[in-house]
């Protein structure tokens, strides 16, 4: 049915990435999110800031790749949340965690909440975060 076992506290897969500050651009020409914060560094140091500042919908996406690559091309995402926690930076690596939480078997497959983190080393960056998907048989 998919590429996790689905039980109860199950560990998903880690996803793990380093956002450079190209796919920084490149996110913020796709979603129309210009602000100064993410590329000028004039900008930046008038701001004292160490560095651009990652957008923080793109967590979003990581966890949602995480949820789709741990349970297959038959998962669809009903519901995903997260919180931030604190800044991350262009040339951070960041971990995406995930941690199954509830599992409902429906008629056609299952429903499978997991709870997930996002952590740049020992630092959380987003939490708490939950996404929920049906995996169909």
């Known amino acids: ?14 996803l793990e990435r380093t956002i450079e500050l190209p796919d920084m651009i490149a ?20 701001k004292q800031i160490q560095a651009p500042v990652v957008d923080g919908q793109v967590f979003g996406a990581y966890l949602a790749e995480q949820l789709l690559g741990a349970f297959g091309p038959r998962a669809t995402i009903r519901k995903l949340s997260f919180r931030f926690r604190s800044m991350v930076f262009a040339g951070e690596s960041i971990t995406c965690h995930g941690n199954v939480a509830a599992v409902e078997a429906t008629r056609g497959g299952v429903i499978v909440g ?18 929920e998907v049906l995996v169909v048989e």
């Open 114 to 131: 997991v709870d997930q983190r996002i952590l740049v080393g020992d630092r959380v960056a987003v939490a708490p975060a939950f996404g």
């Open 1 to 14: 049915m998919s590429e996790v076992v689905v039980v109860k506290g199950t560990q998903l897969p880690l």
């Open 27 to 46: 996110y913020a020409g796709a979603t129309w999110d210009w602000h100064r914060l993410h590329y000028d560094p004039h900008y930046l140091a008038e």
